[in-house]
């Protein structure tokens, strides 16, 4: 993810924020950044992303960045490239084993639970990596993988490996994934950003 201003930053970090507690003031932004390890860990993503391309950011706070959500993500067990492409009110409800392909998109709203990975499938050399839509929700243990989109307001039960594309307003769950019926995500979205 690339931002160009720091206006588009903030944007982004209480589009965060808002999943987490429904506000988006700055007391709020210090009480969450205190204790929730998922959010803290979104924070410091959403500034690497901003510090990694700008000249005077790149060479002083970029590495501090980079270091506080490397530490993070140990300890939240969770791995996101900032190069990712996250979009607005990313909620990250539980600890562990959570990974992110670099080349993945998520889109708004997207809710990760403990267990799930967003990653990439190889064919012929090739590089195949999927695309999540707006209000998405991962159950625990939910893996989506391959060259695959997943629309919007989708629901991906736990434990499910999800290997083809999925349309707006499916719920999903398997091995291999088969959709269940189109109701949506429905209330598993707490708190969607909305601008």
């Known amino acids: 993810m690339r931002f160009c201003t720091k206006q588009e930053m903030n944007e982004y970090i209480k589009g965060d924020l808002y999943r987490y507690c429904g506000k988006t003031d700055k007391r709020?932004?210090?009480?969450?950044?205190?204790?929730?390890l998922g959010f803290r860990f979104?924070?410091?993503m959403r500034k690497c992303s901003y510090a990694r391309y700008h000249k005077i950011y790149r060479?002083?706070?970029?590495?501090?960045y980079k270091t506080l959500k490397d530490r993070t993500?140990?300890?939240l067990g969770a791995e996101i490239s900032d190069l990712a492409t996250v979009g607005k009110g990313l909620h990250i409800a539980h600890f562990g084993q959570i990974i992110i392909h670099s080349d993945a998109v998520l889109g708004d709203n997207v809710s990760l639970s403990q267990g799930v990975t967003v990653g990439q499938t190889l064919k012929d050399g090739k590089s195949f990596v999927?695309?999540?839509?707006?209000?998405?929700?991962?159950?625990?243990?939910?893996?989506?993988i391959g060259g695959i989109s997943v629309g919007n307001n989708v629901a991906v039960g736990a434990n499910a490996v999800v290997t083809h594309s999925l349309?707006?307003?499916a719920v999903a769950a398997g091995v291999p994934a088969k959709?269940?019926?189109m109701n949506g995500?429905?209330?598993y979205i707490i708190n969607p950003f909305e601008e």
């Open 28 to 36: 709020s932004l210090r009480r969450i950044r205190r204790s929730s």
């Open 42 to 44: 979104t924070y410091y």
């Open 185 to 187: 995500a429905g209330d």
């Open 179 to 181: 959709i269940l019926s």
């Open 130 to 144: 999927p695309t999540v839509g707006n209000r998405v929700y991962l159950a625990p243990g939910a893996k989506v």
């Open 59 to 64: 060479y002083t706070l970029f590495p501090i």
């Open 73 to 75: 993500g140990i300890k």
């Open 167 to 169: 349309p707006d307003n």
